[in-house]
């Protein structure tokens, strides 16, 4: 199939062939038939994409700040080479869209093949989406003209405004800004029997929305106009859908409400607030989130889990099923907002119009048109032959996360040693995104096909978590050397069935244990004869917040932030000691605001008679270096900051500092291909079996 991409550094678009997505619990395949271009929103995208480095960091104060926090703990080189691979990234496009049902998963009992949906959030620009069920409505048979479903996104957020809004029939209500927001929002307004007068810098009514009046917002006497319309008083709402650089809309929001009226913002501009109208009015400001409740909620967009509707009347989902049921109802009506029907193929001419738009088109509602496609469902996409150097090893990566795409893939692929064969990813936007930057021979949703080829030497494995420890069963049992990202896996169960298929299999087992390659570390062990004389370890991990409801933090998916992360630095302490693990222990902080478990301590006892500290922490400042190892050993000390820079302490201090942030990712991936090809062995999985055991059975305790 293929999907629509934003290409970040020049603000381009391209549409990318990629597998359709695997259907998912509580998901639906879609065929889209149209989608919706927000002109808005992703004229703002494009126009982001096509300026300058210094003017995207203008343009974007809040990166640049995150940016140069990561400098001061990364390191200059290292912070600069993650910008520009992010920049690489292309950006899916696209938020709101109708379409046919091809399959419904487990879970999915509200759709059957066939059905007619509008779907938000998941529906991007691309000929098939993957829409989990509580962002897709159904549409009846009595809306003939399906084409309107495709605005539900912007329905659902037009809703959501009014309900923020407390509006209430009889009201009259300013809409500022009338763009096809604008315009949605005004006729639902005006079907909920409302009085709109509306605002914008130029005249863009229209016959179909029913307007009280029309005020052009840059009018001096716009205050004034508004209160004759409203008998001296003002409106009692405002929402402002209006998409500007300035704060314009919320000083003429302040300056046409009546007395304690509600302003809402479901547009994007600045929201500098003036005290004093505010204050004399003691007016109300809320913005609206989107499409409803239901919004950036894993639980309801992920899982499938809905709100009762005793507690939220209209959640995100159900602000979509309202948009439908006025239209279905003729309550209103939007066909003639769609000024424009462009083929799929042809969306270049779609951004070319909201952005420098050179023939000067009338436009409000664009959308694009998906023609039929036999190849649009197809598991497999290749592409163009390619020579394969004898010397590479070929790779099957399974899975296009964030760590796949932003670190193994460049890395990997700076060492030269790996040619890139196939890529199986279970969604199209992760592959369509790494098969842009990176070539790969073939690209498809199935991994089983990986394990099918007989040219592919090694298959890295890098997917949530849970999946792990199957995946490198099946690779090893199909004779394949196997890289599989850290944790190896979750239970003792799947370690020893990994072990246990491992001992009998001719491919050899790697674990992302990347650190202990470190040049730093293995300075460390070098100079202070770690793995000889006893020594005593501190390690700090300033690990940083994340959300309770990230996957990392479930234990059934991600096994939770210990066994995911941790698992490094008991491998560093390993490594330099070199001796026998005889006791691991793991206490976890009880604190009521950091309810998860990522606040722990994790004691080791080592049969040298050494001893080591793990400090696993979310609550530190991001300011504070992420990792720093001190090691106390024979009357010298140690301090490793962050993999950047290290200070020695002895007879005399000695200082090493890194331009680049080397956690031992490349050092890693150099080893992986001394031991498929037989130059050395393959000795630190052993490590691996062992801290794993201990570090799982320490976390049940």
């Not at 950091?594 to 300011?623: P, Q």
């Not at 010298?636 to 950047?644: A, G, L, S």
Request: charged share 25%.
């Amino acid at each position: 199939m293929k999907q629509l991409f934003l290409i970040i550094n020049d603000g381009s678009i391209k549409l990318i062939d990629t597998p359709v997505p695997i259907i998912k619990d509580n998901y639906v395949l879609v065929e889209t038939l149209y989608s919706v271009i927000s002109a808005g929103t992703e004229r703002g995208l494009t126009s982001f994409g096509g300026k300058n480095l210094i003017q995207k960091a203008m343009a974007r104060p809040d990166q640049v700040k995150k940016v140069l926090e990561k400098m001061s703990t990364d390191g200059i080189v290292t912070t600069i080479e993650s910008a520009f691979t992010r920049l690489n990234e292309p950006m899916p496009m696209g938020y709101s869209a109708v379409g046919k049902v091809v399959e419904c998963g487990r879970g999915v009992t509200e759709f059957d093949k066939g059905d007619l949906v509008a779907m938000a959030g998941q529906a991007y620009h691309s000929e098939v989406n993957r829409v989990n069920k509580n962002l897709v409505v159904k549409i009846p048979n009595e809306m003939t003209d399906y084409r309107q479903g495709a605005f539900c996104a912007l329905g659902g957020i037009a809703l959501q405004g009014i309900h923020q809004a407390q509006i209430v029939p009889g009201e009259t209500v300013a809409v500022i800004g009338l763009g096809l927001l604008g315009h949605i929002t005004a006729r639902i307004l005006d079907a909920y029997g409302c009085d709109v007068i509306g605002y914008d810098i130029k005249d863009k009514s229209l016959p179909e929305t029913r307007l009280k009046a029309f005020v052009l917002s840059n009018d001096e006497n716009a205050a004034e106009i508004t209160k004759a319309l409203t008998k001296g008083r003002g409106v009692d709402k405002v929402i402002i859908t209006a998409a500007a650089n300035s704060n314009e809309p919320m000083d003429l929001a302040a300056a046409i409400a009546r007395d304690r009226a509600i302003i809402c913002m479901i547009g994007v501009t600045q929201m500098n607030i003036d005290r004093r109208p505010y204050y004399e009015k003691e007016l109300s400001f809320t913005i609206a989130r989107s499409y409803g409740p239901g919004r950036y909620d894993s639980n309801y967009e992920e899982k499938g889990i809905d709100y009762p509707i005793g507690h939220v009347r209209f959640t995100e989902g159900r602000n979509m099923e309202e948009f439908i049921r006025l239209i279905v109802g003729k309550r209103t009506d939007f066909s003639d907002l769609i000024t424009h029907e462009i083929d799929f193929e042809k969306a270049a001419e779609a951004y070319e119009m909201i952005t420098t738009n050179k023939n000067n088109e009338k436009y409000i509602g664009i959308l694009l048109k998906y023609s039929p496609n036999e190849t649009k469902m197809d598991s497999v996409v290749r592409s163009a032959k390619r020579t394969i150097n004898k010397k590479q090893i070929s790779v099957g990566l399974i899975g296009a996360g964030n760590f796949s795409k932003n670190t193994l893939l460049p890395i990997m692929k700076e060492t030269g040693l790996y040619h890139f064969r196939a890529l199986a990813n279970t969604g199209g936007i992760g592959a369509a995104q790494a098969k842009n930057v990176f070539s790969f021979d073939y690209v498809t949703n199935d991994y089983s096909k990986l394990l099918e080829d007989e040219e592919i030497d090694l298959i890295i494995v890098s997917t949530q978590h849970n999946s792990h420890a199957s995946f490198v069963v099946n690779a090893l049992k199909a004779g394949k050397n196997v890289y599989c990202e850290k944790p190896l896996c979750l239970t003792i169960k799947e370690l020893n069935c990994i072990e246990e298929v491992y001992r009998t299999s001719k491919g050899e087992l790697f674990c992302g244990m990347n650190r202990r390659h470190a040049p730093l570390i293995k300075q460390i062990q070098k100079d202070f004869s770690t793995d000889k004389v006893p020594a005593v370890y501190d390690y700090i991990v300033n690990a940083g917040h994340i959300p309770e409801d990230h996957w990392t933090q479930d234990e059934r998916l991600g096994g939770g932030r210990i066994i995911g992360e941790a698992c490094h630095f008991v491998d560093v302490i390993q490594y330099l000691d070199g001796s026998e693990i005889l006791s691991l222990d793991v206490t976890f902080a009880q604190n009521e605001a950091f309810s998860k478990k990522d606040n722990a301590l994790i004691t080791l006892r080592f049969k040298s008679g050494a001893v080591g500290n793990i400090i696993y922490t979310s609550m530190g400042s991001k300011r504070y270096s992420k990792e720093q190892l001190r090691v106390f050993s024979s009357g010298k000390v140690c301090e490793m900051d962050n993999y950047i820079s290290m200070n020695q302490y002895g007879s005399l201090k000695k200082t090493t500092i890194k331009l680049r942030q080397d956690k031992g990712i490349k050092n890693e991936y150099e080893l992986i291909y001394k031991v498929i090809r037989g130059e050395t062995e393959n000795s630190a999985i052993e490590d691996t079996f062992i801290n794993h055991r201990l570090l799982i059975e320490g976390i049940k305790k």
